[in-house]
């Protein structure tokens, strides 16, 4: 009982974002690390740009704003390698 308890406290910290999950993980889409990436690469919505953030299956996620009290917005690049369109806000992450 006492570790079903503690599994369950750690997954609702992951879900509020208190815990930091590796990029590697499949839920890591607004981890709290990154690396640069070359971002709306084909023509279309935006221009090509470097931006820090990181490519897994779902696509390229990038963090297009920070403040000062380490809020990341992170933002999905909708460019699928033929036509680039607009990017859409994808979630924030306290870090």
Known sequence: MKKKLSMIAASCLVAAG??????????ASTACDGVTIKINGTAGGEPASWAYGHSHL???HYVGATTSNKLWYWYA??????????DTYYGVRQC
């Open 18 to 27: 208190m815990i930091a999950v590796p990029v590697s993980a499949a839920n």
């Open 77 to 86: 690049d909708n460019d699928n390698g033929s036509t680039d369109k607009p």
């Open 58 to 60: 779902t696509g390229k």
